[in-house]
Nanobody, 122 residues
Framework: QVQLVESGGGLVQSGGSLRLACANS????????IGWFRQAPGKEREGVLC????????YYTDSVKGRFTISRDNARNTVYLQMNSLKPEDTAVYYCAADNGCYRDYRRYDYWGQGTQVTVSS
């Protein structure tokens, strides 16, 4: 069973950092590729980055390269999204999703968390 729960969102000033967590209480997340997506008001959900089952990272948004990283803690059954040098344009609801592979298209993912709000003030 996969029930994803995100945490770690909040309000941060431009240039600040946040670490989002995506935890599962069921099957080990190590069995899944985990993608992070975000959706700003009035915009379509977009892929940010994904970590494959073999721990390969794929970036879907060029603007986060060099600032965002993804990692696993299998002992805690959690995947983290470390976000540094945050910008106001990073403001969105962030979601994690799980599936067998990494896909840019959010519609291909079977399992989703509820989302966590990230707000970056200028």
């Amino acid at each position: 069973q996969v029930q994803l729960v995100e945490s770690g969102g909040g309000l941060v000033q431009s240039g600040g950092s946040l670490r989002l967590a995506c935890a599962n209480s069921g099957f080990p997340l190590a069995y899944y590729a985990i993608g992070w997506f975000r959706q700003a008001p009035g915009k379509e959900r977009e892929g940010v980055l994904c970590i494959s089952r073999s721990d390969f990272t794929t970036y879907y948004t060029d603007s986060v390269k060099g600032r965002f990283t993804i990692s696993r803690d299998n002992a805690r059954n959690t995947v983290y999204l470390q976000m540094n040098s945050l910008k106001p344009e990073d403001t969105a609801v962030y979601y994690c999703a799980a599936d067998n592979g990494c896909y840019r298209d959010y519609r291909r993912y079977d399992y989703w968390g509820q989302g966590t709000q990230v707000t970056v003030s200028s």
